[in-house]
């Protein structure tokens, strides 16, 4: 799947996007400089942000959105130099809590009658997210495809199993996450590490620290299922 080159969609910040206006320029003079300028700017181009939804006034989402460029050099051919997507948590009253991981690889090249950039999605064949060192693999429900993107939904499906997730989410005071992820059988598995990623006007901690009290939120109304199933079987 292939799109006009564009590495800033809409739900990334504005301001970012202004600040990598002035690294990525609009046509190049072969792969390389294109390579060249991507791995410059990565500290521009790589970020990680929060954000949440209200229903009711109540929140219902928990979401980190990020992206990572990549600084390897020279680029494998059938590797990406950007991989973008987002860790979301989502509630339901009555239903578990779930778990959609969001990623997009992205291949970025150049047409050489044009020497514009053009991207194109890569499709993993496979990815996992494993939350504070626990896998969520023995929760997934389904590995699709969403907005372009490849998307692993999890949740679990016992009370047993709910209490697991809600324990493994607050192992820890500030979230970490692992998203684990292979493009091609050739190459090597690779990892990004959330509490590694770089940010732009907040610290890393500080916005794991903002998902963590949001989901903390989550827990609270999934507490309060439980128990109000646990009451109905009296």
Known sequence: MKNQFSLFPGATLAALALAASTVCAQTYDNQKALDDEIRAGAAELSFM????????GKTTRCQIKYRVAAKENPYLANDAQLVQGSITSDYYEGKPINFILNLQPLRLDVNRS????????????????????QNMSKYQLEATTCDGSYCVIYAP???????????????????????????????PEKAIQISSLTTHGKTNSAIRTQFTSCMSEL???????????DSSKK
């Open 49 to 56: 942000d929060f954000d949440s939804e209200l229903t009711a």
């Open 114 to 133: 044009t020497r514009q950039a053009s991207s194109t999605t890569l499709t993993p064949t496979r990815a996992a997210l494993v939350i504070n060192g």
């Open 157 to 187: 499906t016992k009370a047993e199993e709910i209490l697991d997730m809600m324990k493994a989410v607050q192992l820890k005071p500030d979230f970490d996450a692992d998203i684990v992820y292979s493009l091609e059988k050739v190459l």
């Open 219 to 229: 827990i609270k109304k999934q507490v309060l299922d439980l128990q109000k199933l």
